[in-house]
């Protein structure tokens, strides 16, 4: 079994490439390392949320203790009333008149441990009693004038002798005078179990309990005490004391909830979720983490890159290399070589090159050179002697008659046959497709010279070079072509005289090579037909009839100046005809 196993491994390592074998040896690197990267960055976020579970645990706790603080004060101070004795009998007393009661009143307020009793900071206190004979005002009052009000309805209704009331008092007030109060109630019944009912009803200061919770919070965490869906204190602005208590409606972003009970009143403390609240720590940290995985993946990369370059690039230009024994030649490798094993075996192979090269050249290609020489040089000599036979005997023909002419004082006929000669053996000779325009202008001069002859008096021409482009080569015969279509479109029809101008400038970095004539001009039929063999001229048109020396003209034009060389062609009906032939300074090719 085992060495089956490591038989089929050693079979998937020789047929792995390289580059194969090393991207597994990566992802052996990197996967563990990411693995660990994920395992620290999780036990972070697990470190951070139990952090702030116990930031928003000690929050609740905070507000908790705040509160129950604040309503303890309150509980203090009743339960100092309750335990009264001197309260109680204030309270219990049967006054004749209502002078009497307050002769007493005033007298217990003159009382030191009275003064103690109901002053206290931040709370204020009111008892009531169901005595008919007191009088309500300052610290005293009868039960029946609280008795539909709904803290002393929930004291009564609660069967407990003292409660917590978060109360919006809008009891017999207007509108604009209705707030917010925290009271904490206590029934004075139980030192004597004697005399009528009596209430104490300590008021605590909304605003002052306000400022005493938040100075308990944090400012950067909302935070809501709630009762029966009710918002009772909050953090977030809105303790307005002048408005009822609104509901709570955010339940869904609660992220900690703490229940508690305090003097029969079921509590609820809501911590809300911030938008970074689980991840604060990562937004803070995250260029420090992403610094630190490019750092060591970079480095990483970096290393795994060098032994890619080192191992796998060369090896690779060794096997291209040796690709080219099919070849004539075996290639060099190219590039640093090293020091190591690899640049061992490519200094060899290079130095095996060398010494096959060599062989190669001495002793098959250098013979197959001198043939491939040996029957060139046989076939030009064949070709060169062909080529010389017809021309040379017509041009010598045409050489006698002109001397005859010369001989005979026909002026006229000689000069004839001269430029005859010229076009000639300019047509002949194509030992080179290009021309200088000096030369150009040679043949279109020779050719307007025999057309001269020919309608004596019809035809006047002018030729115009600009000095600095003589020198410039282009196809030859290919003005000579459009020279020769004025003569035939233009002097032909007309039985009056006619100019053909040839003129070659330069005008916005172009070449400008012009033949104009005052002939009869093209009708629209003939203007479209020529434009479009002009601009489309091809090897496919020349097959068709008609027109094909503009065409052939047109193509070699082109493929002089790469497809950017432009004509244009301008004619109107007995007026005459101008072909303009525009191409790039950048195109063109000087030469003697």
């Known amino acids: 079994m085992i060495r089956r196993l490591k038989e089929r491994a050693r079979s998937w390592a020789i047929r792995t490439p390289l580059r194969g074998k090393l991207r597994i040896y990566y992802i052996g690197v990197f996967v563990p390392m990411l693995l660990l990267m994920i395992f620290l960055i999780s036990g972070m976020v697990r470190r951070n949320l139990a952090n702030d579970e116990h930031d928003m645990e000690t929050m609740a706790t905070g507000l908790r203790y705040s509160l129950t603080d604040q309503v303890n004060l309150a509980s203090a101070a009743a339960d100092s009333i309750y335990q009264s004795d001197y309260i109680d009998r204030f309270l219990n007393e049967q006054y004749e008149t209502p002078l009497d009661y307050y002769e007493a009143y005033q007298e217990y307020r003159r009382n030191a441990m009275f003064e103690d009793l109901v002053n206290s900071a931040h709370l204020h206190i009111v008892m009531y009693a169901e005595n008919p004979t007191i009088l309500n005002g300052g610290y005293f009052g009868k039960i029946e004038n609280i008795r539909e009000t709904d803290w002393y309805q929930a004291l009564e209704k609660s069967g407990r ?30 030192v004597t179990h004697t005399g009528c009912a009596k209430v104490v009803k300590v008021e605590i200061d909304y605003n002052s309990l306000m400022g005493a919770v938040n100075n308990s919070l944090q400012p950067d965490r909302k935070i ?97 290399a040796f690709e080219s024994v099919n070849e004539p030649r075996l290639r060099h490798i190219h590039g640093e070589e090293g020091t190591d094993e690899i640049g061992v075996m490519v200094r060899n192979y290079n130095q ?9 050249r001495t002793v098959y290609q250098d013979r197959l050179r001198q043939q491939e020489s040996d029957i060139a040089r046989q076939n030009a000599e064949l070709l060169a002697l062909h080529s010389q036979i017809n021309p ?56 307007l010279g025999l057309q001269k002859y020919r309608f004596g008096y019809r035809l006047s021409y002018e030729i115009d070079v600009a000095d600095e482009l003589r020198a410039v080569r282009i196809p030859k015969m290919t003005l000579v072509t459009f020279v020769e279509n004025a003569c035939v479109h233009g002097v032909e029809s007309k039985t009056t005289g006619v100019w053909i101008f040839v003129r070659v400038y330069t005008e916005q970095d172009e070449l400008c090579m012009e033949i104009e004539d005052t002939g009869e001009g093209m009708s629209e039929e003939m203007q479209a037909d020529i434009r479009d063999r002009m601009e489309n001229a091809s090897i496919e ?31 109107e009906a007995g007026i005459g005809t101008t072909i303009q032939i525009r191409i790039p300074k950048s195109e063109l090719r000087m030469g003697a």
């Open 392 to 447: 040379h005997f017509l041009f010598n023909c045409l050489e006698s008659v002109r001397m005859h002419s010369v001989l005979h004082h026909e002026e006229g006929t000689a000069d004839m046959i001269e430029n005859l000669a010229l076009l000639l053996r300019q047509n002949a000779e194509w030992n080179e497709d290009s021309i200088t325009i000096e030369e150009e202008m040679k043949l279109v001069g020779a050719y």
């Open 161 to 190: 002798d003292e409660i917590l009331f978060f109360w919006f008092d809008d009891y017999r007030r207007p509108k604009s005078m209705a707030n917010r109060k925290l009271i904490f109630a206590k029934k004075l019944n139980m």
């Open 224 to 320: 809501y005490l709630c009762q029966n869906g009710y918002v009772m204190l909050s953090n977030t602005g809105s303790n307005d004391y002048a408005m009822p208590f609104r509901a709570f409606d955010r339940a869904n972003d609660v992220r900690y909830t703490m229940n508690f009970t305090l003097y029969g009143q079921d509590l609820q403390i809501y911590v809300m979720k911030s938008r970074m609240d689980s991840f604060t720590w990562l937004y803070r940290s995250l260029p420090l983490i992403l610094a630190l995985l490019l750092l060591t993946f970079g480095l990483l990369g970096l290393i795994m890159h060098g032994i890619d370059l080192s191992i796998v690039t060369r090896i690779l230009r060794v096997a291209s």
């Open 541 to 571: 048109k020349l097959k068709s009839k008609g027109r094909i020396g503009i065409v052939n003209a047109c193509l070699r034009l082109k493929m002089m100046a790469h497809e950017k060389v432009r004509f244009i062609l301008d004619s």
């Open 352 to 360: 095996m090159a060398d010494r096959t090269n060599s062989l190669i």
